[in-house]
């Protein structure tokens, strides 16, 4: 019983192609997240949404954007994929209005654009 | 300037040993701290979190002082199976996210 689980775990794909990563979370949280771990193992945060708002961090290129078709699912899609998308994709999920929440992560998708 | 800044390491020390990490948030408005573990080729998962009063978990004792906007962990005893990455996350007032600091990678050595 997974609490957060993201699909495909590893993809890897040609430049100039459009991808989805899906994630789902059935810890009834209502808020979820997507971050980006690039190759020095920093974990920045892309964007994060509950049924009320999407948060997105300016320096995510308009390229990458989030799809919530419910309140346990936040997918994650890219289109025009580029060399320097290359990273692992992180999805989690939190009960967000506790200012202790914590945060569970997904197993992370290893993205490799070639 | 980044929220969150962390010493990356790496640290090797052998098993017994007392370690201790170090961080510093450039909000001074944040409220919530963490540190979170992760694993080689693994994601994330909270260590514990970071009371003003200072907290500790078994061999594990966190410290946050707000003056400095530093927070520490202290690892005593360590063991093979500490052997990780260790990250410092605070949470921004007000918002939904979570900002982590780059890790501090540590190599517990027999």
């Known amino acids: 019983d997974t609490a957060v689980s993201q699909t495909p775990k590893y993809l890897v794909t040609q430049m100039g192609n459009d991808k989805s990563i899906k994630c789902e979370q059935n810890?009834?949280?209502?808020?979820m997240y997507w971050y980006k771990q690039d190759s020095k193992k920093f974990l920045k945060i892309m964007f994060s949404?509950?049924?009320?708002?999407?948060?997105i961090n300016e320096t995510v290129p308009n390229r990458f954007s989030p799809k919530s078709p419910d309140k346990a699912h936040l997918n994650l899609h890219i289109n025009s994929l580029e060399l320097g998308d290359s990273a692992v994709y992180f999805c989690?999920?939190?009960?967000?209005?506790?200012?202790?929440?914590?945060?569970?992560f997904g197993q992370g998708t290893r993205l490799t654009v070639v | 300037r980044k929220e969150v800044e962390q010493d990356p390491g790496p640290f090797n020390v052998p098993e017994g040993a007392t370690v201790a990490f170090n961080c510093t948030y450039s909000?001074?408005?944040?409220?919530?701290f963490f540190w979170y573990r992760q694993d080689c080729r693994k994601e994330p998962k909270l260590l514990m979190s970071?009371?003003?009063s200072g907290n500790e978990d078994g061999r594990f004792t966190a410290q946050l002082n707000r003056a400095s906007q530093y927070i520490s962990l202290l690892i005593r005893d360590s063991k093979l199976s500490d052997s990780a990455t260790y990250l410092c996350?605070?949470?921004?007032?007000?918002?939904?996210?979570?900002?982590f600091g780059t890790g501090t990678r540590l190599t517990v050595i027999p």
């Open positions: 970071v009371y003003s």
């Open positions: 949404y509950n049924n009320k708002e999407l948060i």
């Open positions: 810890l009834g949280h209502d808020t």
């Open positions: 909000n001074s408005a944040s409220q919530s």
């Open positions: 989690a999920s939190s009960q967000a209005v506790l200012s202790r929440a914590e945060a569970f």
């Open positions: 996350v605070v949470k921004a007032p007000g918002a939904n996210n979570l900002f």
